[in-house]
């Protein structure tokens, strides 16, 4: 009698821990329609629905909860469903180089414990969802290579776990933040080939611990900063086909880890100070001067 009773609360108790570690029907029905929205039985891996969660491909299980969705590279035709703010434990989406169409569901924003949102190299449109701004556990937002508009708002500044922004190759417009300036663990921040205008903001130097500032191929304006030589860890200056004129910090010169150098195609009206030009550590060095600029500071480098 007393075996039995052990027997049957220790199926009890497993019972419970099974019951406990079980998937939601509600995060199940929000991979559903992901499949459904996005041509599912199209994918390059696609997911049998009979089987259990944990063994559909790219999707990663953790005591019952969905904390990584990994579709990248995967023929994903369609647009995001408004449900997918239901996976509230996911930590990572990568939705990166598919041909997924339409807006970034507002509804992205309930999930408060994602690190890395990564849906680039798509044909996402619209704007950034202002609910993005309060996600702040993100470490990476990488939406390159999309159809995006609008700009960057100030609130970028309450993100301040951010490590990489990557929004190159949109249609994203307006000024820099200063508010950037308070990312103070941000290593990648990549905005080139978009529209964005205006100045870089002296703010942007207390990114200490900033490893690629790339802003080339825009409409930017005004003068490089020179506390820009505050950047020791920076390894890519890609400053190239904008406006920005005046001085060309000699501090750059004291940037020991850079490696890609792009002045090209602006209006500096100054030389380029040999220092600069004598870098050792500089792989990829590109500067052509203004034309009013005297013909024996004229020195090209292409």
């Known amino acids: 009698m007393k075996t039995k009773n052990i027997l049957s609360l220790l199926f009890i108790a497993f019972a419970s821990i099974s019951y406990a570690f079980t998937i939601s029907d509600s995060e199940k029905n929000v991979l559903i329609d992901l499949y459904e ?12 629905l009979n089987q ?3 063994e559909w491909y790219g999707v990663t299980v953790e005591d019952g909860k969905i904390i990584e969705l990994d579709l990248s590279l995967n023929n994903l035709n369609g647009s995001l469903p408004n449900s997918i ?18 807006e970034i569901p507002s509804s992205i924003g309930k999930i408060t414990s994602l690190k890395v949102l990564n849906i680039s190299f798509n044909k996402i449109n619209g704007e950034i969802p202002e609910s993005i701004y309060k996600m702040t556990s993100l470490e990476k937002i990488v939406l390159f290579m999309n159809r995006i508009e609008g700009g960057i708002a100030e609130e970028i500044g309450q993100l301040t776990n951010l490590e990489e922004l990557s929004l190159y190759s949109n249609n ?52 490089v900063p020179m506390e820009i030589a505050k950047l020791t860890k920076l390894e890519e200056l890609s400053l190239a086909n904008n406006s920005f004129k005046g001085i060309i910090p000699v501090g750059i010169s004291k940037l020991e880890n850079l490696t890609t150098l792009m002045l090209n195609n ?11 030009i004598n870098m050792p550590s500089l792989i990829d060095f590109k500067f052509t001067p203004t034309p009013n600029a005297s013909k024996e500071n004229a020195i090209v480098f292409d």
């Open 172 to 223: 994203l417009s307006g000024t820099i933040p200063s508010s950037l300036g308070k990312l103070k663990k941000l290593k990648v921040f990549h905005i080139s080939s978009n529209q964005f205008q205006g100045e870089l903001p002296t703010e942007i130097t207390n990114l200490t611990e900033l490893e690629i500032l790339s802003v080339y191929d825009n409409k930017m304006t005004g003068n």
């Open 52 to 54: 259990p969660i944990e």
């Open 266 to 276: 602006n209006q500096f009206d100054t030389k380029i100070d040999v220092e600069i």
């Open 85 to 102: 703010g239901r996976l509230s434990d996911l930590q990572k989406l990568n939705l990166h180089m598919n041909s997924i169409e339409g």
């Open 37 to 48: 929205s996005t041509n599912g039985d199209q994918w390059n891996q696609s997911w049998d």
